[in-house]
Structures are given as C-alpha cells and as structure tokens.
C-alpha cells in the first residue's frame, strides 16, 4: 500500500498506480474535497462530495444532486469528470455509468472507482457566476511598499469556483490587481455565509462584456493553500447558488 509520503501526482502522467488512487480516494472523504462535474450545454453542473469508498468493490459512493434535473442527466450520462482539490493538488477524474442508490439513510450514487487521477489546471474548474442581486465581495488588503501603505478594499465577486474567483478590478486598480501578484489575508463575504480568510493569487486579467454599459476588467484569482474552513465556507456556498441558479432556470 502507498503511503502519504509516496504519493505524487505528475503534472503530465496523473496517478495510475490502484494503491495510490485509494490513499487519494481516502483523502478526499477525509477533507469532504468539493467534486465539480459539467453536464454539457446551459452550464448545468454536479456539485457533491465523496461519501465512501468500497474497496473490495472497487465502488465510489457520492452525494445525490436535491435536484430532479441535474439527477436525470447525471443517472442518463456514460461517465461524468469531476475536478477537485486534495491535498492542495488539483486532481480530475472520470467514472461512470451511475446508479442511485440509499447510504445511510440517504440518496447516493455509486459508481466504479476511475483508473487514473490527473493533474488539471485551474480554469477546467466548474464556474458559477454571481448574482448581482445577491452580491458577493471580496476584501483585499494590498501589502505596504517604500511609497505607499497598504491599501484595503471590497471588490464584487463576478464569479467563483472551488479553485478561486474572479474580481472586477474597481476603476483606478489595475496596477493593483495585476498579474502575478499576490495577497494574503483576504476575506470572501458570501452572502449567508461566514467571512471566509484566503490568500489570493492573480493568474490574469480579462475583459467582460455588458449587454447595457461599458465592459469591465477582471482579475481572475487563485486560492493559495485554502484552509479546510475556507474551503468548506465555499464549498457550501457554490452548492446552495448551484440550488439557485437550477430554480431560476426551472422557473423561467
């Protein structure tokens, strides 16, 4: 059996070695790691977490979607690939087809264990915009420098993921928010949600499109080592605005 000192996960090969993949396996239900699995078109997505591992069956057994949509296409799909973070290492992974079944008590799925677990990038992360009725900030507090003192200020969330958020750059903060640049201490205010304490890193800058108004320049960020509260803060955030966006979409 692999050891936690043993496992290393290759930028270009992934893990493929089966004792391996049932340490990261056990991890990522230890961690309660945040699993994001895209459903095609419209942006549909699975958002759920890692309930069991049954290793004489070589099964996995995952938190059931509330919703009967996201449900029907995850039950209908072949295989599903999920992104995740464990042990600060961004992994993916694909398995498939699922069954629903009851565990503990609850609805689940289960499905096979995958033969292999990647390495991926940050941006195949599943992404939910923000609301701008329901707003979520982040506050940033720049570090001092020999000319000026630290700066701290709220920015608007346009949109968020288990690997990090996307800022609009307020007017006059360009140089601030730039690329490569990094910030600790900042706070996520998720609405409904305690303050959420990250570290911040800029992997770039973008513009945004506006149906009425002038575009708008992001900054898309990384989390840096995000602490288990942190990440549980978000985790429970992206599903109840996954719960949202899927009643707005029902309802229209």
């Known amino acids: 059996m692999a050891s936690s000192d043993e496992i290393r996960v290759d930028?270009?090969?992934?893990v493929d070695d089966p004792d391996a993949i049932a340490v990261l396996l056990r991890r990522m239900i230890e961690q309660r790691s945040m699993l994001e699995a895209p459903l095609g078109e419209g942006g549909a997505g699975l958002l759920s977490v890692l309930l069991h591992f049954e290793?004489?069956?070589?099964?996995?057994?995952?938190?059931?979607?509330?919703h009967a949509h996201v449900e029907r296409?995850?039950?209908e799909a072949e295989t599903l690939t999920f992104a995740t973070r464990v042990d600060k290492v961004n992994v993916r992974f694909t398995t498939g087809p699922?069954?629903?079944?009851?565990?503990?008590?609850?609805?689940?799925y289960r499905a096979p264990v995958?033969?292999?677990?990647?390495?991926?990038?940050?941006?195949?992360?599943?992404?939910?915009?923000?609301?701008?009725?329901?707003?979520?900030?982040?506050?940033?507090?720049t570090p001092a420098d020999a000319d000026n003192p630290p700066r701290d200020f709220r920015t608007r969330i346009h949109d968020i993921?288990?690997?990090?958020?996307?800022?609009?750059i307020p007017p006059g903060s360009e140089s601030v928010l730039a690329q490569g640049?990094?910030?600790?201490?900042?706070?996520?205010?998720?609405?409904?949600?305690?303050?959420?304490?990250?570290?911040?890193?800029v992997r770039r800058n973008f513009r945004i499109s506006r149906r009425i108004g002038p575009s708008t320049t992001c900054a898309g960020c990384e989390y840096v080592d995000l602490?288990?509260?942190?990440?549980?803060?978000?985790?429970?955030?992206?599903?109840?605005?996954?719960?949202?966006?899927?009643?707005?979409?029902?309802?229209?």
């Open 11 to 14: 930028g270009r090969f992934g």
């Open 55 to 66: 290793e004489k069956r070589d099964q996995l057994i995952f938190d059931a979607s509330p």
């Open 227 to 252: 602490l288990p509260n942190a990440q549980t803060t978000v985790q429970r955030y992206l599903m109840r605005l996954d719960r949202e966006r899927i009643a707005r979409v029902k309802g229209e």
């Open 114 to 141: 995958p033969d292999e677990l990647k390495y991926i990038q940050r941006r195949e992360y599943f992404r939910l915009e923000v609301p701008t009725t329901h707003a979520a900030y982040c506050q940033v507090v």
């Open 161 to 168: 993921s288990g690997g990090g958020v996307s800022l609009l």
């Open 181 to 201: 640049m990094r910030f600790a201490a900042c706070k996520l205010l998720l609405p409904e949600s305690p303050p959420a304490l990250v570290s911040l890193r």
């Open 98 to 108: 699922f069954e629903k079944i009851q565990f503990e008590g609850m609805a689940a």
């Open 73 to 75: 296409r995850v039950l």
